[in-house]
């Protein structure tokens, strides 16, 4: 039979007696099974504390960029706020340039009376894992650029609109005669007179400016020559049609230097001062007329 035992010899030298120790083979059994559990034991241990060692540490990584994450979005709410409000002074502008111009006001959406229902927020998984204000946060920054959408949309229109009114009261400045045609001495005021050839009182619709012959007449603006040649007691003379329902003439002059269909500009040589026509010496006749209703030139001349 099998010995269920194991002998162990001790010898410490050679003079020394032999010391025997039986040991049950179910003692020794059960300590290697206990030695290959702990070692197992140790090992799974090993195992799992490197594992959540690395756990934490791409806890600690994951707590970091997340505070990282939330200091941008912070950031980025904070500058949505700053836009919002340069926005709100960019439509406070807007309105003080349209009531300087006399433009309509914009309607902007806080002035829109009418409601309605919003769109349904689609399901984010992952908004259970923020926190209540960081999903606050979220949703504020969503709804703010959403209204700077809108805002740009509007005031990029509003803008649009000024820029073509500007453009048009520029076109509208040039077009404006605004500066003497010619330099000399007014020797006659628009309005009524007496007439140097009849001696009867009638309407003198413009100026007279008497200076030496051949003096160069310039446009006072912008404008097409829509007549030039002789007309009656005008002599030689050019009409100007500058838009806006403004037309000048110039009459009595030695030459006329422009011809019908010429586009002209303020300060244009457009002809030389006269003696032609019904005029008592060289002079320029003047009229300025809006709308087909002669007015004193005065009123337009700034120089």
């Excluded at 979005?73 to 300087?100: C, G, H, P, W, Y």
């Excluded at 003497?180 to 309005?191: A, I, L, N, Q």
């Excluded at 006329?256 to 030389?272: L, N, S």
Aim: with cysteine.
């Amino acid at each position: 039979m099998t010995s269920k035992k194991y002998t162990v010899m001790i010898v410490p030298d050679e003079t020394a007696k032999v010391r025997r120790y039986q040991i049950p083979k179910v003692l020794v059994r059960g300590v290697i099974v206990l030695a290959i559990l702990s070692l197992t034991g140790l090992a799974y241990f090993l195992s799992d504390y490197y594992s959540v060692k690395g756990m934490v540490s791409d806890l600690d990584r994951l707590r970091l960029e997340t505070r990282q994450q939330k200091q941008q979005l912070m950031t980025f709410a904070k500058s949505i706020d700053d836009i919002q409000t340069e926005m709100t002074r960019l439509r406070n502008f807007d309105t003080k340039l349209r009531v300087m111009a006399d433009l309509d006001s914009v309607v902007y959406p806080e002035q829109i009376m009418a409601i309605g229902g919003e769109n349904p927020e689609p399901f984010n998984p992952m908004e259970s894992d923020l926190s209540f204000q960081d999903q606050a946060l979220i949703k504020s920054m969503t709804t703010g650029l959403s209204r700077l959408k809108t805002d740009a949309s509007i005031q990029e229109r509003s803008f649009q609109e000024l820029v073509e009114y500007l453009a048009d009261q520029k076109s509208l400045l040039a077009s404006t005669p605004s500066i003497w045609p010619v330099k000399g001495w007014r020797t006659s005021t628009f309005g009524y007179r007496r007439s140097p050839f009849t001696g009867r009182r009638e309407m003198h619709k413009g100026l007279d400016v008497a200076t030496r012959t051949g003096t160069p007449i310039i446009a006072p603006a912008d404008g097409l020559v829509t007549f030039s040649g002789r007309e009656g007691g005008f002599g030689n003379m050019l009409a100007i049609d500058h838009g806006y329902g403004i037309v000048t003439k110039y009459a009595h002059c030695s030459t006329v230097d422009v011809k019908i269909g010429q586009k002209v500009k303020r300060g244009d040589v457009i002809a030389k001062v006269g003696n032609t026509g019904r005029s008592t010496g060289p002079h320029l006749h003047y009229e300025v007329a809006v709308n087909g209703v002669a007015v004193n030139p005065v009123r337009y001349i700034l120089n």
